[in-house]
């Protein structure tokens, strides 16, 4: 493998990580409310996390590209206050990864936290665990596995991710090029199938070892809680 | 007094109301399946809100909807052992002891763990154990709780003859030995006039 084909894997992992990391909180937040909660709109809700998951990812790179580019409301905003921009970089190719990776994530979380046997918590209540305690160390540990499998499974979806980063942030070297992007690029390219080769396998293998292990901790929760 | 209650509550279509005054020692709520026992039991613990009424144990109240009155779940010190024994499955049976484990406490971790016979069992993971140690635990990490009483949903009620009597004859003890007040739901006879001091009928 050439240099520039290790800096892609980098940079592939680093979007993945800080997709995922990022999407992490707000997927459990959203998990939490899906299955817990009962509010009017929860079904609207539900359809709107997993909008991007049936919608074409080119649209939704466009989407993203209206709320996030630099005349976006969100774009305007966040650059204003923490001067985060998200055009052209890789930072924008986060976003479109954790974006679709989000409807993945709060699905596996969803199951796991409803699988939660709910009469524990309320033992843990009469023991005299506060709420908050009750939440950290019952509901929190018991939903684990599956938050973790999602996790995983959210990664390998941020590491394929191709339509709405392309269409967000374009295709840089270096900045927005991922393993994805850098397939596309060098099929362009007379001469380049043997570095498609080495990038798809590089993809293969990690796409399965994240389905792998996202599976193994779908088992270990005892249920057939599948997020596949 | 040990229990005094006198509650209503509507649960959907049925409509759950007694009142009663108990000496000191064990109480049991006696009747069918369906009459609002567990309902009662959970509205002494604190875990569902009467419409109206009053519960004090013990001479302090802990329930008053005329005063206004209403102690939050955690404080009311209530050693609430389940049916189902609601051990917490990702917990060796030493953490699920030490989980509500207050200092002050009638009886030591070592003295609790003595008195159920559990002490081979503190490394095991609940999964592992069979209903009558399920049960001793549960009725361990109650009492570590330093409750102030003891509410007992059909402890019995899913374990063998055998596991029955190993159980039975903790709680016998529990009720003379510790002088707790317990709050026992059963709709087995038998059980019920071996163990009580007073019988509610719902």
């Not at chain 1, 074409?56 to 966040?78: E, N």
């Not at chain 1, 005299?128 to 019952?138: C, E, K, L, Q, V």
């Not at chain 1, 599976?215 to 249920?223: D, N």
């Not at chain 2, 004859?169 to 510790?178: A, C, G, N, Y």
């Given at each position: 493998m050439t240099a520039e084909e290790w800096e892609i894997v980098r940079l592939s992992l680093k979007v993945g990580a800080v997709a995922v990391a990022a999407c992490l909180p707000v997927a459990f937040a959203l998990a939490w409310a899906l299955a817990r909660g009962r509010f009017p709109g929860k079904v609207l809700l539900d359809a709107l996390i997993h909008l991007p998951l049936v919608l074409?990812?080119?649209?939704?790179?466009?989407?993203?590209?209206?709320?996030?580019?630099?005349?976006?409301?969100?774009?305007?905003?966040?650059d204003g206050t923490l001067g985060l921009t998200f055009m052209f970089r890789w930072t924008g190719a986060a976003l479109a990864a954790a974006v679709m990776a989000l409807p993945l994530m709060v699905r596996a979380m969803r199951l796991s936290i409803e699988a939660v046997d709910q009469r524990l918590e309320v033992a843990a209540m009469t023991l005299?665990?506060?709420?908050?305690?009750?939440?950290?160390?019952?509901t929190v540990p018991l939903a684990l596995p599956g938050v973790i499998a999602g996790t995983v499974l959210g990664f390998a979806r941020s590491l394929g991710e191709f339509g709405a980063t392309i269409t967000f942030v374009s295709n840089i070297p270096g900045e927005t090029q991922t393993l994805p992007l850098a397939i596309y690029s060098a099929l362009q390219i007379p001469g380049g199938e043997s570095a498609v080769t080495r990038l798809a396998m590089i993809s293969v293998l990690l796409s399965l070892a994240a389905l792998v292990i996202s599976?193994?901790?779908?088992?270990?929760?005892?249920?057939s809680a599948h997020v596949l | 007094m040990s229990f005094e209650v006198t509650v209503s509550r509507k649960l959907g279509d049925t409509h759950?109301?007694?009142?009663?005054?108990?000496?000191?020692?064990?109480?049991?709520?006696?009747?069918?399946?369906?009459?609002?026992?567990?309902?009662?039991?959970n509205m002494v613990s604190g875990l569902l809100r009467p419409n109206q009424g009053r519960i004090a144990v013990g001479g302090e109240v802990l329930f008053d909807s005329a005063a206004g009155m209403d102690m939050p779940v955690q404080q009311r010190r209530s050693g609430y052992v389940f049916q189902d024994a609601r051990l917490f499955p990702h917990l060796r049976v030493r953490a699920n002891l030490a989980y509500g484990a207050r200092h002050g406490g009638v009886m030591s971790q070592a003295e609790v763990v003595d008195f159920l016979g559990i002490a081979h069992l503190l490394h095991r993971w609940?999964?592992?154990?069979?209903?009558?140690?399920?049960?001793r635990v549960a009725i361990g990490r109650a009492l570590l709780s330093n409750p102030r009483f003891l509410l007992m949903d059909e402890p019995l009620a899913s374990l063998d003859r055998a596991r029955r009597e190993e159980v039975m004859?903790?709680?016998?003890?529990?009720?003379?030995?510790?002088r707790l007040p317990i709050l026992y739901v059963s709709h087995d006879r038998a059980e019920v006039e071996r163990l009580a001091a007073t019988i509610v009928e719902i």
């Open positions: 074409p990812p080119v649209v939704t790179g466009w989407l993203l590209l209206l709320a996030f580019g630099p005349q976006g409301p969100a774009g305007a905003w966040l005299g665990a506060s709420r908050w305690r009750t939440f950290r160390t019952i599976e193994v901790l779908a088992r270990r929760m005892g249920r | 759950i109301a007694c009142s009663f005054a108990a000496p000191p020692g064990l109480t049991a709520l006696f009747g069918p399946s369906g009459a609002g026992k567990t309902s009662i039991l609940p999964r592992t154990l069979s209903g009558g140690e399920a049960q004859r903790v709680i016998e003890r529990l009720r003379d030995e510790m």
